[in-house]
Every structure is written in C-alpha cells, then in structure tokens.
C-alpha cells in the first residue's frame, strides 16, 4: 500500500529543473524576496496573485479528514486581483476609519476596521515553551527495504517514497532569539504515511538531561531566563542552569555534548539528529526488535567555533534558516539518510551492560552500527511560515503499525505532553485538521466538535456500535492494517517514585565521550565551561561544577579551574574506563562540498577573466559563489557582465566557508570609521581596503580556507597570513587555487591551524 509514486518526487524535479534556469540565466544566488522583480512605482493595474517562488510549496492538498482533493494548491491560498473583507466583499479603501467627516470620531458601524484589527489582535499564538525559534522544510522521504525484516511498517517498505515535512529548532531561546547560540537543536520530522502520520521528535544530540518526564519542567525553568529579570536570552551561560545541572548529575552527559561543537552547529544541512528514545519494531510475523534512530546528513556533521558563532548571533541572528532556504532555493537540497541500531527484545532491556531504557545514555556505533534504512531529501520551502512552521504539531505519540513505544519513563511523559500542549498552543483539540498536520490516510474517527472544528461530519451516530450510520466505522484487524500495541508483558511490582539502579551512573558515558574528542575539540569543550561557568556568579555555583567535570576527566577541571581562578577538586567517584567512540568525533574525515559558500573579493574591473573561471568552478563543484565587491551593481558590460552579490560593507567571514582573493583592492570611498564601523583608519595605510583584510583575517582564525592568486597574495602578506600555512592555497593559476580551496572545504577547516595545548 506503500508502493505509489509520490506528487513530491514530480515537485521536487520541477525545483530542481527552475533552480538550474536560474543558474543559467545568471541569478543563481538565492535569496530573492518574491517571484518576479518589483517596480519602483506602486501598480496600478489589478492583476491575480503572484505564483510561490520555484522552490516553495504549501502542504498537500487533502481534506480535515484525510481524503485528497485534487486541488491545486494556488486554491486553497487566497484568490482574486481585489482586496476583500473575509466574507469576501470587496473593498475600494482599506487606508481610512469609517469617521462622522473627516476630522470627526471612528464610528463604531466600521466593520471593516473592527475585523481588520481584531484579526490582527489575534495574530500571534502562544509560543512553543520549548523549540519556539524554529525552521522547516518539505521533502520526501524514500524507503531502502532495510527495515522490511524488523519492522511491518509500509513507509519503511523497499522503494516506498513518503512526503515529509522537518522541522528544526533551538530549545531555549524565544521565537525573536539568534539561531548560532549555543543550544540543543530540535529535529523533528513529520511522516504523511499512507498508514497514519508517524512522528520522529528528536533532537542532534542523542542523549537528553533527565530521565524521567517530570523532571521535564525542572531543566527548561533552570535553562530559560531567570524569572525576575527575563535574562540571559537563549544561553545556558548563567546561575540557574549551572545550579540544576551540577545538583541533578544525571544531566552530565547532554550537558558535556551541548559544551561541544554539538552546541554550535554550522547548518542544520549538516546537523545529525537522534530519536534519543528506544522504540519498540514489530514485523510482520509479530516478532521485536528494539532500535535507536539516527538522521546521518550526507555533508558530514560540523559546526563553527566559538567566537564565529558569536559573530554570526549579531551580524545574521537568521543564519541558520537562512542557510536551510537558500540552500533549498538553489537546488542544493539537504539529504540525510535515516540509520537504525538494533537491540534483541530482552526482558532486561540491557544491551553491552547499558540500560536502553535511559535516556542519559547512548550506544556506541562501534557495539551497534547505524543500519541505513532510508533515504530523506529536502526540495520545497514552506509558502507560508506561520502556516506551517508554526503550526505543525508534532507528537511522540504519532505512530503507524510496525512502530512501538518502551518504558523510557521520560518518553512516557511525552506522549501525554505533546497533546496537552497542542491544545493550548493552537486554540483546541482539532490541530491535526490544520493543513500542515493532516494525515493523508482517510479518517474517521467519530471525534466532533471543539474548536476550529473544519470537518463537516455527516451521520448521526459518532458511537460504537451503532445501527443507525449502517455500523460505521468498523474496528480493523491485524490484517487490515490495524494499529496493535505489542502485547508486553508488565512484571508485578509495586507502586513506586524510583528508578532502575542502572540509571544511577551519571558520569562513565560523559567519560567516553570526552575520550572519543580529538586534542582540538577537548580544548573547545574546555573553552565553552570555562566561560559558561565564569559567567555565573554564585560562587558555589562554580565550584560544584568543577566538581562534576573531576568525575568526567581531571585533565578538563584542572583547566577549567584554572580559567575561573579556582582549585580543582577531586573525584568523588572512581574514574570509568570506556572504549572511545570515534564515530563521536566531527573531525577526521571528508564531505561533499555541495552548497558550501565561497566568498570571491575582487577590487573591480580588472581581472574579471578569473572571476568567472573562479564562479565556474565553484558552481560545478556545487558550491555557491558570492562575489564581494567595494560597490553593488555589476562588473563587467554586457553578457558577460558579473552581478556583486556582496559588498565590503555586507560581506563578513561567517557568511563564508572559504574565502579566494582575485586581487588586493584598494580601500574604497566608504572605507572611513564614521561611515563603517569595521573599517580602522589606520590600516588604510596598508593600501588595501581594510574591511577586506578584517574578511581574511577572520576567515583564517576561524580555520577556513583562504586562497589568492595574482595581486591577491598581496592581501595575506597585508592581513598577516602567511601563505605556506594550513589551509592557505596562494599562487598559481586561478583553476589551481580554486581545486586546492575544494579539497581543503571537504575536511570542513583547516583544522592544522589550531594548536591544541591538552
């Protein structure tokens, strides 16, 4: 039942096929606000709305209750050349109150007025508590057969396709809040099945901080702003985290995960994601199999350093959706493919001695590999942010045959949690017949009723059983597709507040964790408790934490301590000695270049020969080049004419995976303090534009690659860059440095540069 061609593939072809015409005919670089260029005047002539630009679509057409409806879907968006009231009454003037004269009062008969402001009164909805700062995508979804022999599931079937729709967030911070600070992220994915919507609601670290749901409230107050000043915004960085996650240890794991570069995550292109929970698989003959998911993204998994995230917070506190759209817009779509780490059905639940029941812990993938089962490629934007984005809700509970849950006492709470929150966030219990969330499996499920009710329900009899609706619906069985819970068996015991004595172990995984870092990403761990710790300011605060990193590793307290001007302390627990795990690390191993950003500064009209070879390249290798210019307009005359898609007053180094210099431009007219604020009137000396030397030096003390060729290798001597250093490619033709900065963006930086002192 799973087999038919999905509407998505044909969509997703047709982005693909509009992206490249925009290649082609030079406005490759996404970004553009609408569909068509605007004019300066105001129109005047009446016309019907603009189509969605070539890489957004809207949810699929089907109805509150399931059924398609073959619509197109410019007909469920809003229709007509003239502005009208809801009711659709057309409107000649929406600028004006209906007033007694011109200068007399509102009368209270402008019903206009009255729906226009209310409307707008009512336009914002309660923020999600948790995950309100978020970004979501369309795609699909295409099955490998892998799982057929674990799991019953028909989305999971060989050569089964299935729409999606993900969603990406941050945890702490409010909707207004920067995408590039330190956090958890969500991962939520939305599967339109033609069993049921199934929900994956995970997150891109596979670990959580509690292990039981009520304990849910306790972490999220501790991490949001402290209650009486409403700061810090979206850090973790202050008292009230600290004080919980050093007095409730159980939290020790994620904590060290989110000090990470975990914590600071390059793009959600290239963010894994985890189901955190152990699920239960049945298969076809009733057999299980328990299983952990991971979302492997096909570009490798890398994040940006410390102070680059900070940059980029202030310069483009948007970057991350930024990226996730434009990316998209340019036809370099996202892929993950969807893994699974098998279990035997145990009655203890234990695998290699660890509980996999606690959320706290995870499996190495060297005791049980990933097994790719799927295939995920997100190819649309959403139409409409509010609309979907917003509105989408998803649910831990949302599940289809073939997919069971465990005990896992914190993914027991979710399943009530999820529900109790859609109800007060979008007005009432009918959310799932919003557009976003409709299930593309018919419905009928005898519910009536409630707010935002859009079903028009026929029959009289919403019970079971009746005679009056001829005995509909009908309760389906196993081999009609019903939805069955595995029939495990629940061991007598008493009623207790505890937990397994396994779950007491709240610092070996952190430990195997630390020893699966490279030299370099210990020292940025160390790096991100050093000033998250001496951010707070109870002094007890502090030294409980460095009493927590003794059990992890002394090595990091001792250089932790040092930073705060402490003592270290000594463990309180012996120290475990793990395996390191070296599919923990992001470093060591090389990407595909798809989609990475190359900045290409050029002083104007000369040299514009190797400007296009450098474009060329960069766009057959994938990568999306950005040509920054001391102006905007164009270089060049004619067909061959190059559009400036950044200038020295817009570009900044976080914007870019590497930077390539095709001459040392001289400082421009606006290169003045008073003017930019980036510019130092000292280094005007220099002879080149010094926003353009801020650019490299950046650039190169974030370890990104830099290349020059011509009078560009001028700009490094000038920036302080040696040329023979780690991922410097200077010299040689334009072609040769352009293949050098390629090689060098598949390891991500230039991760030589950094000397690690541990």
């Known amino acids: ?232 915004q979206a850090q973790s960085a202050h008292d009230t985290f600290w004080d919980f996650v050093t007095l409730h240890t159980e939290a020790t794991h994620h904590t060290l995960w989110n000090m990470s570069d975990r914590g600071i995550p390059r793009s959600y292109r290239m963010m894994e994601g985890f189901g955190v929970h152990t699920f239960r698989l049945v298969n076809a003959e009733g057999a299980t199999t328990l299983v952990k998911f991971h979302w492997k993204p096909k570009l490798g998994v890398h994040s940006q350093v410390w102070e680059e995230a900070q940059i980029t917070s202030g310069m483009d506190p948007d970057f991350h959706r930024r990226d996730l759209a434009d990316a998209i817009e340019a036809g370099a779509f996202p892929q993950w493919e969807l893994g699974v780490q098998t279990f035997p059905d145990t009655e203890d639940q234990m695998f290699e001695g660890i509980d996999l029941l606690d959320p706290t812990k995870m499996v190495p993938e060297e005791l049980a590999p990933v097994r790719p089962v799927g295939l995920m490629t997100l190819n649309a934007n959403p139409s409409n942010y509010f609309a979907e984005t917003e509105q989408v809700a998803f649910h831990v509970g949302h599940l289809v045959p073939g997919i069971d849950v465990t005990n896992d006492a914190l993914m027991q709470g979710r399943l009530f949690s999820y529900v109790d929150t859609q109800i007060t966030r979008l007005g009432g219990p009918n959310f799932a017949q ?203 005359s004619g067909s061959d004419a190059i559009t400036v898609q950044r200038t020295f007053t817009t570009a900044r180094s976080i914007e870019f995976d590497a930077i390539v210099l095709a001459s040392a431009p001289a400082p421009a007219p606006d290169a003045y303090g008073a003017r930019d604020a980036k510019t130092d009137d000292r280094a005007r000396s220099t002879g080149v534009d010094p926003r353009v030397l801020l650019l490299v030096t950046e650039a190169f003390r974030h370890g990104k690659a830099v290349g020059a060729w011509g009078d560009g290798a001028m700009v490094l001597e000038k920036a302080g860059v040696a040329s023979d250093a780690p991922g410097v490619v200077a010299g040689g033709a334009t072609s040769t440095v352009l293949d050098g900065v390629t090689e060098l963006l598949a390891g991500h930086r230039a991760w030589d540069r950094f000397t690690p002192a541990l």
Not at 185 to 197: L, P
Not at 530 to 556: H, S, Y
Not at 584 to 600: A, E
Request: proline share 9%.
């Open 434 to 636: 919003l557009p976003i969330n409709r299930t593309h499996a018919p419905v009928n499920d005898m519910l009536r009723d409630g707010m935002h009710q859009t079903a028009v329900h026929r029959g009289v009899a919403p019970y079971r059983p009746n005679s009056l609706d001829g005995g509909c619906p009908f309760v389906a069985g196993a081999d009609t597709g019903a939805y069955i819970e595995v029939p495990v068996e629940v061991p007598a015991a008493r009623k207790v507040r505890d937990a397994a004595a396994s779950f007491d172990d709240h610092f070996s995984q952190a430990r195997l964790f630390w020893l699966s870092m490279t030299p370099t990403e210990r020292e940025h761990i160390t790096a991100a408790y050093t000033f998250e710790l001496g951010k707070c300011w109870d002094q007890a605060v502090k030294e409980r934490g460095l009493k927590v990193l003794a059990n992890i590793d002394p090595q990091l307290c001792a250089h932790v301590a040092e930073g705060l001007g402490l003592p270290a302390p000594e463990a309180t627990v012996p120290l475990a000695s793990p395996e390191p795990s070296p599919a923990l690390s992001q470093l060591g191993h090389t990407w595909p270049v798809d989609g990475r950003v190359v900045g290409i500064v050029t002083g104007g009209e000369s040299g514009l020969d190797a400007v296009r070879e450098a474009r060329g390249a960069a766009l057959d290798a994938g990568m999306v080049p950005l040509v920054i210019a001391p102006s905007g307009g164009k270089l060049g």
């Open 1 to 232: 039942m799973s087999e038919k061609k999905n509407p998505v593939s044909a969509a997703a072809e047709k982005i693909a096929e509009r992206a490249q015409e925009a290649i082609s005919t030079g406005n490759e670089i996404p970004g553009a606000p609408g569909p068509e260029p605007a004019q300066i005047e105001e129109p005047a002539k009446p016309r019907g709305p603009l189509p969605p630009k070539h890489d957004q679509r809207g949810p699929e057409t089907v109805s509150p209750t399931g059924q398609p409806t073959g619509a197109d879907q410019d007909k469920v968006a809003q229709g007509g050349a003239y502005l009208t009231t809801a009711q659709g009454a057309r409107l000649h003037d929406t600028d004006h109150s209906l007033k007694a004269g011109p200068r007399g009062p509102v009368l209270l008969q402008d019903h206009h007025l009255r729906e226009k402001i209310t409307h707008f009164d009512h336009e914002r909805i309660p923020e999600r508590v948790v995950h309100a700062r978020g970004a979501a995508a369309h795609g699909v979804f295409r099955a490998y057969g892998a799982a057929a022999g674990i799991t019953k599931a028909g989305f999971l079937a060989e050569g089964a396709e299935t729409p999606v729709f993900v969603r990406f967030s941050t945890v702490l911070g409010s909707r207004g809040s920067a995408d590039t600070v330190r956090d958890t992220r969500g991962f939520a994915t939305k599967f339109y099945t033609d069993e049921g919507v199934f929900d994956l609601v995970g997150n891109n670290i596979p670990v959580f901080f509690i292990q039981d749901a009520i304990k849910f409230p306790d972490i999220i107050h501790a991490g949001k702003p402290h209650p009486d000043r409403e700061i810090p």
